[in-house]
């Protein structure tokens, strides 16, 4: 025998979006399904490779506004972007203007970071030959975390910790165009550049130590004060504990799939 | 050539504390014995300041380097 109830049957809805990437659109108000998939897909991505536990800092540069480039994506409470100056912010992600434009991302890698186990990454969309710094902070000669994807003389250098080329510092020679996925990745003994996962440079010296002022992005933060704008076109940009060479295929990988969604990538 | 606003010092430490628009704060550079901001500050500002608006334009001089 049967009975009735007034109670309505429940049924769930699917979990649509990752609770992280649901934190992510509810601080910045982004509503576009094609970021919004692209975000998501992004957080799958790097915790199903057990990268996201190891990136500090993630900025997306999605959503076209100086509001929503400020956020990071990891921890949108945590370190957000204070704007200063020329900066353009598009569907492309931020571009400098190389004079005045930079972004205080309020990290500092002193006390954020540890030695001999960092990691840069950066997307970028334009072929620029320039003194600018793409991301970064010093205090000097022996107190550097800076990255530049193509000087005037076309060499990239990634100075983690020191400006002694392998003794915290290396250089790639020859570079001809700065677009692309750029990893930077430093631990003892060890110091990666990658480019679109290609390996271009490595060398085994360790030297320097951590600077102690914020890191920026679009100039790099000379003791507190900007320095070296950049004019490149950013995308994306982390900052993390070292990584694997397994973890830095599949953190260009994500990076990848997540521009080509985004319809930007170069 | 790039070319930039020109400030006065008085302009520059007025600038340095308001904001373009929410989220960004002017930035004023010295540029060669001289004070200056982007033409990007002055076309995305929008606040009150009309003064902002009529800011000389002067040439930015570059200063090149390989690495630092």
């Known amino acids: 025998m049967g009975y009735y109830?007034?109670?309505i049957p429940f049924i769930s809805k699917p979990?649509?979006?990752?609770?992280?990437?649901?934190?992510?659109?509810?601080?910045?108000?982004i509503t576009d399904l094609t970021i919004k998939n692209a975000i998501n897909q992004l957080v799958l991505d790097l915790k199903s490779t057990s990268l996201w536990s190891k990136i500090k800092v993630l900025y997306p540069f999605v959503?076209?506004?100086?509001?929503?480039?400020?956020?990071?994506?990891?921890?949108?409470?945590?370190?957000?972007?204070?704007?200063?100056?020329?900066?353009?912010?598009?569907?492309?992600g931020i571009t400098g203007n190389g004079t005045t434009g930079y972004g205080d991302t309020n990290f500092n890698p002193s006390t954020e970071l540890t030695y001999n186990n960092t990691c840069i990454s950066?997307?970028?969309?334009?072929?620029?030959?320039?003194?600018?710094?793409?991301?970064?902070?010093?205090?000097?000669?022996?107190?550097?975390f800076i990255h530049t994807p193509r000087t005037p003389t076309n060499t990239a250098s990634s100075q983690q910790y020191n400006t002694t080329i392998g003794g915290g510092r290396l250089d790639k020679t020859s570079i001809t165009d700065s677009r692309g996925h750029?990893?930077?990745?430093?631990?003892?003994?060890?110091?990666?550049?990658?480019i679109d996962d290609s390996l271009v440079a490595s060398n085994t010296g360790n030297g320097g130590s951590l600077?102690?002022?914020?890191?920026?992005?679009g100039a790099i933060s000379s003791a507190g004060t900007a320095t070296s704008y950049s004019s490149r076109n950013i995308a994306f940009a982390t900052i993390s504990e070292s990584l694997t060479t397994t973890n830095e295929t599949d953190l260009y990988n994500a990076v990848n799939l997540f521009q080509i969604t985004l319809g930007r990538n170069v | 050539m790039i070319e930039v606003h020109l400030l006065t010092e008085e302009q520059k430490d007025f600038l340095k504390d308001i904001y373009i628009d929410d989220?960004?704060?002017?930035?004023?550079?010295f540029n060669n014995g001289n004070w200056i901001i982007s033409q990007e500050e002055v076309t995305q500002y929008n606040g009150e300041l009309e003064w902002v608006k009529e800011l000389p334009l002067i040439e930015y001089i570059i200063e090149e380097f390989d690495l630092l």
């Open chain 2, 23 to 29: 989220n960004t704060k002017f930035n004023p550079v």
């Open chain 1, 182 to 194: 750029h990893i930077l990745n430093k631990k003892t003994n060890s110091h990666r550049m990658l």
């Open chain 1, 122 to 144: 950066t997307y970028i969309r334009n072929n620029v030959a320039s003194s600018g710094y793409d991301i970064g902070s010093f205090n000097g000669t022996s107190q550097r």
């Open chain 1, 211 to 217: 600077p102690t002022y914020n890191i920026f992005v």
């Open chain 1, 15 to 29: 979990n649509l979006y990752d609770i992280d990437a649901k934190a992510f659109f509810t601080a910045t108000g």
């Open chain 1, 5 to 7: 109830t007034n109670k």
């Open chain 1, 63 to 92: 959503g076209g506004t100086s509001f929503t480039h400020k956020f990071n994506l990891i921890d949108t409470t945590q370190f957000q972007i204070s704007w200063y100056g020329g900066v353009t912010h598009d569907s492309g």
